[in-house]
């Protein structure tokens, strides 16, 4: 048996529900809504379109949000909207503290933040502290004021090696592929310091090591929370601080597979990634989401993007002072298989014992090629899909959903011509395989027949800012409406189903032995089991009545590719 949770854990609630209806956030007593949430990541460009022209905006999603109620989520994560360049769509911001016009403005995001909490909807915004836009003010006084400036501390303005520095202060690469430096040329027209950047190089790394870094994140998250909001999701939160000295990293085997993803990318032991110091940051964080703690709406919370390598390390970023969750990509990670899904649980519900944090589970965001693509793609991935999405909503803790997963949408497979993603562009002369994130980002399907699927009011026939695929009509929401069958039906049911147990059934889970190719657990009345194998399974004694199914519902046997949920009478 494990558990998240140790029962005499001061910090463990005793949760109480008032959940129960569809849509809306049920709030436990103690406050800490996010412990069970599920929270739907919305892509800005790319959820809907308000005004026409082809790119989402917040005003888009506002009008939408009632799709996210009758789905029957409590949250909304919704990717950065602030002034940017979109260099790298919203992760390089120019401005902390304005919304970019192609998303609308200020009072735009104050009515999204009303309807969504009179909808009963929590708004986690996304906030990004590990680099500024280069056309940052920050980051263009430092350009200007040159070598040993104040204006440059806030940056990782470095010399490089070699007789005339020409030499990249180390080895280290970004993340998007090519060196993580570039060097700038100085006032006086001379080749000078080098500036980090891990991911693309209009994205400067901050340093952290400087206090006046720290005295306006604080600044930022205290905007924000003053306008409303009731979390963040804090991008890169493993890579505010630099080792010390940076040295040389070891690099990754040229000749091994490339990386396939940001997951392998970023989440390996080296010296940019999880050092001890950035912990005092968030503990600093928590102090100021604690000071927003008096609203009825429940507490404020944000939930790191730590892709860090184990359980253990993901952990420390939720200690009882700092912050709430931490995203678990190992859930992601993990092939179709009963066996890797048994050991990702096993081994996240103890790391977090001592916290007394609920884990958190996601399939797909952003950054990754759709699950259904990864399990295989078609009718099968999509089986496969759906199952996996069993399995998570009935573990304990809190899920992330991407935008279009509840569609069932594949990755598309975006021409070159099209694609605008950074790490694209930074990869595709290389040896090393695609990793662009633009097919996973393509504008999700509302209605109609034609692009842009009601994505938003342009003309019938036009494409949005990346191209929908021809036969998505029998995708989009409308179509799949009351459809019996349809994915977006079977999320609905998921999530309804999930509200009569979520708060209740406890955080404690036992992992069946039901065969190798079955991953079955037992949570409290709740019996989840999922066949990986390619035969059906008989079902593990004393599940209680059938609840849900992934597929073709058991009749004593569960098919393959399939999940289903029981509940104890
Ligand atoms: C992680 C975000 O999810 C990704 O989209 C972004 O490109 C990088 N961080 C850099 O901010």
Same mark, same amino acid.
């Given at each position: ?7 005499s854990s ?10 129960g ?9 103690d406050?800490?809504w ?10 800005v ?19 939408r ?36 016009p ?6 735009d ?6 309807r ?48 005339d ?13 090519g ?5 700038v ?6 080749p ?23 005295d ?18 804090v ?10 000295g940076?040295?040389d ?15 392998e990318?970023?989440?390996? %032991?080296? !010296?940019m990634?999880?050092?001890?110091? #950035?912990? &005092?940051?968030?503990? /600093?964080?928590?102090?100021?989401? $604690?000071? @927003?703690? %008096?609203s !009825?709406?429940g507490?404020r919370?944000? #939930?790191? &993007?730590?892709?860090? /390598?184990t359980?253990?390390?993901? $952990?420390? @970023? ?34 977090l ?10 399939l797909?965001n952003?950054?990754?090629v ?14 496969r899909?759906?199952?996996?999405t ?6 304990p ?11 069932g ?9 099209d ?16 990793i662009?994130?633009d097919?996973c ?8 027949e ?38 977006l039906e079977?999320y609905?049911r ?5 509200r ?11 992992i ?11 949570r ?11 035969a ?19 009749t ?7 999940a ?6």
């Open positions: 048996m494990v558990a998240v949770n140790d029962p001061p910090s463990t609630p005793s949760p109480s529900t008032s959940g209806t569809p849509g809306g956030s049920a709030v436990p007593e406050g800490a996010w412990r069970h949430a599920v929270v739907y990541q919305v892509y460009r790319s959820f809907a379109d308000g005004d026409g022209d082809g790119v989402g905006d917040l005003p888009g999603i506002t009008s949000l009632p799709h996210l109620r009758d789905l029957g989520v409590d949250a909304l994560w919704i990717t950065p909207f602030y002034t940017s360049p979109q260099r790298d769509h919203g992760y390089d911001v120019a401005d902390y503290r304005d919304v970019d192609l998303f609308g403005s200020l009072s995001a104050d009515d999204l933040l009303a969504a909490h009179e909808l009963g909807l929590k708004v986690i915004v996304d906030l990004v502290p590990n680099h500024t836009s280069d056309r940052h003010p920050w980051f263009q006084a430092a350009l200007a004021a040159g070598p040993g400036s104040p204006e440059r501390a806030r940056y990782m303005f470095v010399e490089g090696r070699g007789e520095g020409d030499l990249p202060p180390n080895n280290w690469p970004s993340v998007f592929g060196d993580a430096w570039t060097r040329t100085e006032a006086d027209g001379t000078g310091q080098w500036y980090l950047h891990l991911f693309d190089s209009t994205q400067p790394d901050l340093n952290w090591r400087n206090p006046e870094v720290g306006e994140f604080e600044s930022v998250l205290r905007f924000w929370l003053d306008r409303g909001v009731d979390g963040f999701r991008d890169v939160a493993h890579g505010l601080f630099k080792e010390e940076l040295p990293t070891e690099l990754p085997d040229p000749d091994a597979d490339g990386p396939a993803s940001m997951v990318l970023a989440g390996l %032991d080296e !010296p990634w999880d050092q001890p110091e #950035v912990h &005092e940051v968030y503990r /600093r964080w928590h102090r100021v989401l $604690a000071d @927003y703690d %008096d !009825p709406r507490r919370m944000a #939930v790191a &993007e730590s892709w860090a /390598r359980a253990e390390a993901i $952990a420390r @970023y939720v200690r009882p002072d700092e912050l709430q969750q931490s995203f678990n990509f190992h859930w992601l990670s993990a092939a179709w298989s009963a066996e890797e899904f048994a050991e990702v649980v096993t081994e996240t519900l103890p790391s014992l001592p916290y007394g944090a609920t884990p958190t589970w996601v797909s952003h950054d990754v759709r699950h259904v693509t990864r399990y295989g793609g078609g009718e099968l991935g999509l089986a899909g759906r199952a996996a069993l399995a998570m909503l009935g573990l803790g809190s899920a992330y959903l991407y935008q279009g997963e509840e569609l949408l594949e990755q598309v497979e975006v021409a070159p011509e694609r605008t993603d950074p790490s694209w562009f930074r990869t595709k002369d290389t040896a090393k395989p695609d662009g994130r097919g980002r393509v504008p999700i399907p509302w209605g109609d034609e692009p842009p699927y009601a994505f938003g009011p342009a003309a019938a026939g036009s494409q949005p800012w990346l191209p929908q695929p021809d036969g998505w009509a029998p995708l989009s929401v409308a179509a799949q409406t009351g459809a019996v069958g349809s994915t079977f609905r998921a999530l309804a189903a999930r009569t147990f979520a708060l209740t059934a406890g955080e404690e889970v036992e069946l032995d039901a065969g190798a190719d079955v991953f079955a657990y037992r409290g009345p709740l019996v989840c089991v999922l066949n990986a194998g390619s059906p399974v008989g079902l593990p004694d004393g599940v209680g009545a059938l609840v849900l199914s992934s597929g073709v519902d058991p004593g046997t569960l098919a393959p590719d399939t289903a949920w029981f509940l104890d009478d």
